[in-house]
């Protein structure tokens, strides 16, 4: 901002005697306060900061007096800035203040005073001025203003050692700074209400106004710091997401200022008046705080208002809100890090367990992925746990969620852990199931799981449909509730036999000691099998998987998509069912969706992010959305360096489009050189080139022909030829037709008198035979005279390409020329008049040249009257038409 201004003004540089060195600020000439002052009475107070005011006006009085006489520039300021427009007003007085801001403290006053709602453009123009202008020339950078009251007035005397100048010069400053103090307060209060306006750029400017300024100086960081948070309650979401953004970049730039922030946080939620919508919005804000091992504090608190909102949350019954999404995501990023004790949790488990099964599918994710961390910290994932996250496997809403990623990593997280093998071969199978009706990405990703579970779980690959056979079991497999039973029930149960089937169903009275503190449930068969040792069948529909018949259950899936119509995912099957682990260093749910083969189908490049740049509150929550793929898929699918791999290094589903790409790329190669040839060609037999060789021979082509005198005059003795020569013709052909036919006849006498055995009956012809006699003598002299007459042309044509007759057009061509250069409304070699190579109709090109006209701008009126004249004539021609038709149908 600084150098903007400068570079539209000149600055003035009066009072400094060194106008090339670097003009110090105001604030680095000043000396340091000392320490253990003692204050003076209100009276000394008021007497020295009227003095101080003195002082403060001589100087500026002096400056102005010094500038007129001696800066040119200095009463074209002063008329800029009272007459000037808005920018150059702002401008001026923005100059005025860099070259001496204590003696400028009028013109910054009125700089604040610009700052009015109603002036939209004129505000938002001092707002962006002023912010830049305090951080960079006013405010001190390490430290805050001080008021004329905290100076050490009582040791003035010995400050300026008794010299009136120094004590006159420490006093004007004392109170610049004073005042300074108060504009930057009037300032702050000024954004504030700039941030309550109607419109939303206003209040979007004024947010990122007090932003810079809190993130930038320590200077009123309290109440800029309670404004910033007031605007998460605005009623315009695109304004609280606004402040949300802001809030976390100033985390981001001051990671120490996150307790404050926490502590103005709570204040706004806990208050009386609050909505629930700013209530959700700070509730956001929190759940983006980076935290780590050394903040634990912080997330301990963070866990105390989650918890607090999660109670009333329940007891309002909004389980499936999105303040309830917004409570669980906050909590999971808090847990590991708040080092809670477990008393505080267990009594909000079962309430969690009952969200998972109520709400919908995020919300319920979200809880699981608390459980599993809770669970997880203990060492001890329950049962319950994984009953619950694989009936949640066949939620329909796993086909639409975003959360596709984040319920991968729990189930791989999970199974992980989990030591019975038969109930991860029961997950697999599951997962699995899922696949054949999933989107491509969504079945490489579980693909991939399965494929690293097998890598580091021994024992889990089932692969082979084992057959089972259940003898002596009763066909009651209905599902029975129980609650765990006590030692003395157990003993009086034992003692009196009540029931026979109650004795064949004994429970492990070992078992049911260890888990006496918990409420469970269990399958009446399962338990009876169990207890026997009986084999238990593969049961998809078991809601327990540790009782579903893991150790019976073979991967059948694999065998239907390892003839995926998507190459990937029959490849990834294909691995998995020969035992080989999927190596890949990308994001399957990202690289095998449409719109990433689409974009690689039309060229398009991935999207390039900048170094350093953060795209979010934080660049860790950002990563996911800043995702890059990596290796051959970062290339451009056109550059060379993606045509010149290997077949063997393109993935699957891009060997077709490198094919057809390194294909075409051959075509284009070899049309080229074949372009090349040709141009040699072309140039080897160019009439340059025959040129150049007559002069190389010495035979010189440069011959004038007179077009007028001399083919004319040729021609008419060729005419005369051509006719002389088709008279002795006609001569010569009647001679040999005649002397012709008398040999003929002889011929025939003489065979007649040779031929004596011929009939007398051959000899004569009916009168049919002589029709038809004379009928083909008709057709044969026509036959002859066609043939003549065509043999006579190609002669002659044969012999006019001998002549130069042939750069003349015939009487047809010519007159058609002439009537298209008659009708056309260009004059024949001006400038205006083009080629027509392709032979286009003059309606054709009158058309063409109006359209161009009326393009440019040419004639719009004439166009106007013409597009009437044009659909007036169009209608009158379909009138027509349409009265030619029904005279056809009639």
Known sequence: MKNKHKSKYVHSDVGDENSNEVQKKWFEENVSDPKGFQPVTEQVLIELKDEAKKCLDSDVANYNIKNAKKNPNYKWMKTVMSKGTVADKIAACTVSIQDNPICSLDILQNLVNMIKVGKKKECTMVMETLTELFLSDLLRPDQKLKPFSQRPLSLLNDLSSGNAVTRRKLLAVWYFEDQLKELYTNFVLALNNVAHDVLDTNKEKAISAM?????????QEKNLLMYLVNKLGDPSQKVASKAIYSLGQLLFKHPNMQGVVLSEVEKLLFRSNISSKAQYYGLCFLSQFYLSHETSEVARRLMEVYFSFFKACVKKGEVDSRMMSALLMGVNRAYPYAKLEMKKISEHIDTIYRVVHIANFNISLHALTLLYQVSDQEENVSDRFYSALYKKLIDPKLLTTTHQAMLLSLIYKAVLKDKDLARVKVFI?????????MQPSFACGVLYL???????????????????????????DEEKYHDVKTDEEIEIKHENEIDEEDED?????????QSVSQLSWDHCANLRKKENKQPIQYNPLSRNPLYAGGDFCAYTELIRLKNSYHPTVALYATNILEGNIIKYSGDPLKDYTLIRFLDRFVFKNPKKFEEGAVQGAHPTFGKRKMYLPKGIRSLPVNSTNYLNENSKNIPVDELFMHSYLKNKQKEKIKSESNEDDESDIESVQSEEFEDMLDKMAGISREEDIDFLNEIGDNLKKKEKKTKNKKQQSEDDASEEESGASEDEFLEDDDDFDEDND???????????DKELFEDLDDEDEEFVFEEESTSKKNKSKKKGNKDDSSIFASAEEFASLLEDEGSSKLAPGSSSAFANK?????????????????????????????????????????????????????
């Open 211 to 219: 932003f810079k300024l809190l993130a930038g100086n320590p200077e």
């Open 429 to 437: 199978k599951r997962l699995l199931q899922l696949v054949l009706f």
């Open 450 to 476: 399965v494929s690293q579970l097998m890598g580091k779980k021994t024992g889990i690959q089932s692969l082979i449909l084992k057959q089972t056979t259940v003898n002596g079991l009763e066909e009651d």
């Open 505 to 513: 169903i004994k429970p492990d009275v070992s078992i049911l000691n």
């Open 758 to 768: 011929m009939d007398e009956d051959d000899l004569e012809m009916t009168e049919n």
């Open 838 to 890: 392709d032979n286009a109709n003059v309606k054709q090109i009158e058309w063409e040249d109006h359209r161009n006209r009326w393009l440019r701008g040419f004639d719009k009126a004439v166009g106007q009257n013409k597009s009437k004249h044009f659909g007036k004539k169009r209608k009158n021609q379909s009138k027509f038409e349409n009265k030619k038709k029904r005279e056809r149908n009639k």
